[in-house]
């Protein structure tokens, strides 16, 4: 499966920012799907995901209460809602799928820039 990551940008303290993933070549009815972040000088961190039925999502800490994934019916775009955005957000955001089978992230998007001022 190939995915294209979209929506990042600039945005104030507060606001909000929709990230989609598109997935071209197959859907994801039989991937999980996850969202990961990179600010610089840090690790690449886990934010959210979506397991590959739809049923189960799980939020990093630092996000849960401000971040929503979900899927579209036809399973080919996940997207991340990111509300009450605080300048430690800001970071480069890579969505990965992994086969359900799978135990790593073996699918990449390009990464989205997305800065948040103060």
């Known amino acids: 499966v190939q995915l294209q990551a979209s929506g990042g940008g600039l945005v104030q303290a507060g606001g909000s920012l929709r990230l989609s993933c598109a997935a071209s070549?197959?859907?994801?009815?039989?991937?999980?799907v996850g969202w990961f972040r990179q600010a610089p000088g840090k690790e690449r961190e886990v934010v959210a995901t979506l397991s590959w039925n739809g049923g189960n999502t799980a939020y990093a800490d630092s996000v849960e209460g401000r971040f929503t994934v979900s899927r579209n019916i036809a399973k080919t775009t996940v997207v991340l809602q990111m509300n009450n955005l605080k300048p430690e957000d800001t970071a480069v955001y890579y969505c990965g799928a992994r086969d359900v089978a799978g135990r790593r992230y073996d699918y990449w998007g390009q990464g989205t820039q997305v800065t948040v001022s103060s």
């Open positions: 070549g197959r859907t994801f009815s039989r991937y999980d």
